[in-house]
């Protein structure tokens, strides 16, 4: 079966932390979930490359913004959770904050012309 | 196909499975598992559901690299990649034997010599806030004095004016001998005389019982009171007894009342001190003109707390220039300067040290490069295996850290036994160096040490894993894996490894050529004539101090009898008395005023010795004009002196100086005493025998006697023979009267040349083992080359080309070599011999013979080395060679 090429953009370098900081706000995730969940949020528009998801919860781990835990699913299955730390509740404003002022940046610079 | 099973076994068996590892899969197989259930929720069937899941995830194997280069896979690598190397090494014993104790011996040099460095030069001194004191010296550009011992008052005067000092101390430098006595046989002491504030000044305290207090380098009566010993001393004279404190001892005569004992780390102002003396100034000595007139004091200042160097240094010109007004007769060109004490501590040692610190740095290169050259052709063999681990998969990064890691744990184990040949080595350094050679007699391996050890274990790792790293990681799998296949990698890595063979023989050169200058050097030295004849010839020196020679007839009556009992002795031919040995150092100096000439007019800088009438004939210094002294030149008969032939050269142009009177005061009154000349002898050298003769008078030793005087005496046959005759008489004339040094001249003059033999042997063992490893260097590269154009030989030889020209091919390639790396180090070697001119005598650091014997010796040993692989090569059988490939 010939496989379709994804149509969705995959997230941009550099916002993947902030992604997944912000998704675990809501509750202690396993990487798949939380793959599943950006891309609930963002109505389907952001595709997680897995292949950046795992390295990215270890770096995150790394830093001190969350912790890892091994526990059992709904299914019975055991999954590793992640949780945020409270540094990783304030990274979290700090990073939301900065790439607000990235996004305004980059608006006023569209907007000329 | 077993290869590359047998391969991928290796391949992973090299990935650290530990539980990171485990939990990682555990993670991602859930991962994937969650994603083929959610396909099969999509309506998949479970087998393009979980295809679909991999598809999505983008590989499994990418993804773990990149967790693990995030978890930290250095570390996790690098463990299994020295277990790698390790087994490596394991399968190449020669080779890893080869290139550890290469590296061993290179650094094993280097810990020795800089533990040498870092105990003499980089430790600070033992003493509380030590860069807080100064060595205060006087200069006198008139008598060509620079830092020169001071006069007494003259510190005492600074001592007092100058504010910035905190407290200033004097001592007498080196170690006088004193005798002590009354406590079994009479025992020699190395004794160090001080004022009472030399142990506040340096900031050290007794272990026991006190040090001295500034009031006892004052006496009454002139004779020391108390006295403080060495740990060592205590322990070898007294066992450690604590009960000696308060007890009287008999020193030089004098009962002096123990009142502390130093820890075993203090030792100052030279090693292996016995005991502290207080100098027992009389007070009235102040103002006495000899106080002034004489130096002979070194001085030490604490600067006060917060007073700048410079403040000290314009407060002391201040008062230096106020005492040449205030005393003009002494003082009138007398300067005053310090230096920080550390500085004039380290002074004439640093350079000796740090040219052998450059030498085995030389040495490590050279071995660094050898090693280099040991991988890459190893690199080379292991070509196939290395491209096929390309081919499967490995990364270039991967491979080349790879054969990093291996430089590394060669350097490691390389490291590890050089540590230890250098712990060996700093022993053997502590009993080869020349007694007072380095200010510090004992080196440790300290962490200072360890560190700088550790620098360039790593830095040559670095340097001589560099060119393998980069070929492992270079390699293209294609090329390396066809049949007998020359690739453009191979010949860059040929280039590697010729560059490696000329670097090492440019710094087998280097060291060469500066050892050669040494050894060219100290045959100069050897070859001096000394202005006598030390061969067969005993001395045996004396110290006549104490109640016992207080009046100088006591002293002459003693000589005399001396001589005359020794002269008696069988196989003697003459025994004479002396103040001073030659090469051994001078007497005190004087200004002098020649008879007749413009008043006003006057000489500086005389050194006086006083000797017995045989003294020239027993040391065959020969008469050039007048007479040697006669029994007749007594106290009470006329005032005489001989002069050496420079004072009549520099002098007496055109006059004959026998007749003349001469006086050693600088402003002659009517109470100098005039001495007639009644010879004039050729000069000895007095200092060393690199040392041109000063201007000497020499003084019959009844008219001057001297306290310290040395019994020359000439025997046929072995002077070491009569030692033992000489000790008896000694004995018989005065029990209590030790032999503080009884040796051959012979002996004088050989160790008055133990720092520069010292320094030459080191250097020509350091440039023994560069220059052998730098021949193995070359040969271990020509054979492989000659190796690897076999195939080539064996065609030229079928064609008929004569075994003579396939040699020459071989060995053209060497000497190009050899040519080229002669060529760089006679080059490098022109500009940094410049840094030995202090040590040459009388050989320029470009000396001709030397860079040309050198280069010609090092050429014809690369011939050699180039000769035996093409011998082998030129043996190629064509048919044998064809098939090899």
């Keep these: 079966m010939p496989l379709a090429p994804s149509a969705t953009p995959d997230v941009l370098r550099g916002t993947l932390d902030l992604l997944v900081l912000k998704t675990l706000t809501l509750e202690p995730m396993?990487?798949?979930?939380?793959?599943?969940?950006?891309?609930?949020?963002?109505?389907?528009?952001?595709?997680?490359?897995?292949?950046?998801?795992?390295?990215?919860?270890?770096?995150?781990?790394?830093?001190?913004?969350?912790?890892?835990?091994?526990?059992?699913?709904?299914?019975?299955?055991?999954?590793?959770?992640?949780?945020?730390?409270?540094?990783?509740?304030?990274?979290?404003?700090?990073?939301?904050?900065?790439?607000?002022?990235?996004?305004?940046?980059?608006?006023?610079?569209?907007?000329?012309? | 196909m077993t290869t590359i099973k047998g391969l991928r076994a290796r391949l992973r068996a090299l990935l650290h499975r530990g539980a990171a590892e485990r939990e990682l899969d555990e993670e991602l197989r859930?991962?994937?598992?969650?994603?083929?259930?959610?396909?099969?929720?999509?309506?998949m069937n479970a087998r393009d559901a979980r295809r679909r899941a991999l598809r999505d995830f983008g590989g499994i194997e990418p993804t773990k690299e990149a967790h693990r280069d995030v978890r930290g896979r250095w570390l996790e690598e690098l463990?299994?990649?020295?277990?790698?190397?390790?087994?490596?090494?394991?399968?190449?014993p020669v080779l890893a034997a080869t290139a550890i104790l290469t590296l061993a011996l290179g650094v094993g040099a280097n810990t020795t010599i800089f533990s040498a460095v870092n105990a003499v030069v980089l430790q600070p001194l033992p003493f509380s806030q030590p860069d807080r004191l100064v060595m205060l010296w006087e200069e006198n550009p008139e008598k060509g004095w620079h830092e020169q011992y001071c006069a007494p008052a003259n510190v005492l005067d600074w001592e007092n004016q100058v504010r910035a000092f905190q407290n200033v101390t004097m001592y007498f430098d080196g170690a006088g001998v004193s005798t002590l006595t009354g406590e079994g046989a009479p025992r020699i002491l190395k004794a160090s005389g001080?004022?009472?504030?030399?142990?506040?000044?340096?900031?050290?305290?007794?272990?026991?019982?006190?040090?001295?207090?500034?009031?006892?380098?004052?006496?009454?009566?002139?004779?020391?009171?108390v006295v403080v010993l060495s740990d060592r001393f205590w322990r070898s004279q007294f066992g450690a007894d604590e009960g000696v404190i308060g007890r009287s001892v008999r020193i030089d005569g004098h009962p002096l009342e123990i009142v502390g004992i130093m820890p075993p780390s203090f030792s100052f102002p030279v090693e292996g001190i016995d005991v502290w003396i207080p100098q027992a100034w009389k007070y009235a000595q102040r103002t006495d003109i000899g106080f002034r007139r004489a130096h002979f004091e070194r001085a030490i200042a604490r600067l006060a707390p917060g007073a700048s160097i410079e403040t000290a240094d314009a407060q002391l010109q201040a008062v230096a220039g106020r005492l040449?007004?205030?005393?003009?007769?002494?003082?009138?060109?007398m300067g005053a300067g310090f230096t920080p004490l550390h500085r004039f501590l380290v002074g004439d040692t640093r350079l000796p040290l740090l040219v052998l610190l450059a030498a085995v740095g030389l040495l490590l290169l050279i071995a660094c490069a050898n090693v280099g050259n040991l991988l890459l052709v190893r690199a080379f063999g292991r070509e196939r295996e290395a491209a096929l681990r390309l081919t499967l998969g490995a990364g270039r990064r991967r491979l080349a850290k790879q054969a990093l890691t291996e430089s590394f744990v060669l350097s490691a184990l390389g490291g590890l036994a050089g540590v230890t040949l250098g712990i060996l080595g700093t022993r053997l350094l502590e009993q080869l160096q020349p007694p007072g050679m380095l200010r510090v007699s004992h080196f440790e391996v300290d962490w200072t040490v360890l560190a700088y050890v550790l620098a360039i274990v790593v830095a040559s790792a670095l340097l001589f894993g560099t060119a393998p790293a980069l070929w492992a990681g270079r390699r293209s799998p294609a090329e390396s894996l066809k049949e007998g296949g020359r690739s453009g990698d191979s010949r860059r890595m040929r280039r590697w490894t010729e560059l490696l063979v000329v670097g090492e023989i440019a710094l087998a050169v280097m060291l060469t050529l500066g050892a050669g200058l040494l050894v060219r050097s100290f045959r100069q030295l050897t070859q001096v004539d000394p202005g006598f004849d030390s061969h067969g010839v005993l001395a045996a020196q004396v110290v006549l101090s104490g109640a016992k020679y207080d009046s100088v007839s006591q002293v002459r009556a003693f000589v005399d009898q001396?001589?005359?009992?020794?002269?008696?002795?069988?196989?003697?031919?003459?025994?004479?008395?002396?103040?001073?040995?030659?090469?051994?150092?001078?007497?005190?100096?004087?200004?002098?005023?020649?008879?007749?000439?413009?008043?006003?007019?006057?000489?500086?800088?005389?050194?006086?010795?006083?000797?017995?009438?045989?003294?020239?004939?027993?040391?065959?210094?020969?008469?050039r004009r007048g007479r040697f002294f006669t029994t007749a030149d007594r106290q009470g008969a006329p005032p005489v002196v001989i002069i050496n032939e420079q004072i009549a050269q520099k002098y007496f142009k055109g006059q004959d100086p026998v007749g003349q009177r001469i006086t050693f005061d600088k402003i002659p009154n009517d109470k100098s005493e005039w001495s007639t000349i009644v010879g004039v002898v050729g000069g000895e050298r007095q200092q060393a025998l690199s040392a041109d003769p000063l201007i000497e008078a020499y003084i019959p030793f009844a008219q001057e006697g001297s306290p310290g005087m040395s019994l020359l005496t000439r025997v046929a046959g072995d002077p070491n023979a009569l030692a033992p005759a000489i000790r008896r008489v000694v004995a018989e004339l005065d029990p209590n009267l030790p032999i503080s040094d009884l040796r051959s001249v012979d002996d004088i003059r050989v160790r008055s040349l133990a720092t520069q033999r010292f320094l030459m042997t080191m250097l020509v063992?350091?440039?023994?083992?560069?220059?052998?490893?730098?021949?193995?260097?070359?040969?271990?590269?020509?054979a492989q080359v000659a190796r690897r154009r076999t195939r080539e030989m064996g065609i030229r030889i079928a064609l008929g080309a004569p075994a003579a020209s396939?040699?020459?091919?071989?060995?053209?390639?060497?000497?190009?070599l050899v040519a080229v790396g002669l060529a760089t180090g006679v080059v490098g070697a022109l500009v940094t011999t410049r840094g030995l001119t202090a040590l040459l005598y009388h050989i320029a650091p470009a000396d001709t013979i030397t860079f040309v014997a050198v280069p010609v010796l090092l050429g014809l040993t690369g011939l050699a080395a180039a000769w035996m692989p093409a011998l082998q090569a030129s043996r190629a059988d064509p048919a044998i060679a064809l098939r090899s490939e």
């Design chain 2, 194 to 225: 001080v004022d009472g504030n030399f142990f506040d000044v340096l900031g050290v305290r007794a272990q026991l019982g006190r040090v001295l207090v500034p009031n006892e380098t004052w006496s009454v009566d002139g004779n020391p009171h």
């Design chain 1, 30 to 113: 396993h990487g798949w979930g939380i793959s599943q969940r950006i891309q609930q949020f963002s109505r389907g528009l952001l595709d997680v490359n897995q292949g950046s998801l795992y390295p990215a919860l270890q770096r995150l781990e790394q830093r001190g913004w969350i912790e890892s835990e091994w526990q059992t699913t709904e299914n019975n299955r055991r999954a590793k959770y992640y949780c945020l730390t409270s540094a990783g509740r304030r990274a979290v404003g700090d990073e939301a904050a900065s790439w607000r002022r990235y996004v305004d940046a980059v608006e006023l610079i569209l907007q000329i012309s």
């Design chain 2, 324 to 333: 040449k007004q205030q005393y003009p007769e002494t003082n009138k060109y």
């Design chain 2, 806 to 816: 396939v040699r020459w091919l071989v060995v053209r390639q060497g000497l190009t």
């Design chain 2, 30 to 43: 859930f991962h994937i598992e969650m994603e083929t259930k959610k396909n099969e929720r999509l309506g």
């Design chain 2, 562 to 623: 001396l001589e005359e009992r020794v002269s008696g002795l069988p196989a003697v031919l003459g025994t004479a008395g002396t103040s001073n040995v030659p090469l051994q150092g001078t007497g005190y100096t004087s200004d002098f005023v020649i008879a007749g000439r413009p008043a006003g007019e006057y000489y500086t800088e005389i050194t006086h010795r006083s000797v017995t009438p045989d003294y020239f004939r027993v040391m065959r210094v020969p008469l």
């Design chain 2, 79 to 92: 463990g299994s990649d020295t277990r790698y190397a390790l087994r490596t090494l394991r399968r190449a």
């Design chain 2, 765 to 782: 063992v350091f440039a023994s083992v560069g220059l052998t490893l730098a021949i193995i260097g070359v040969y271990g590269v020509l």
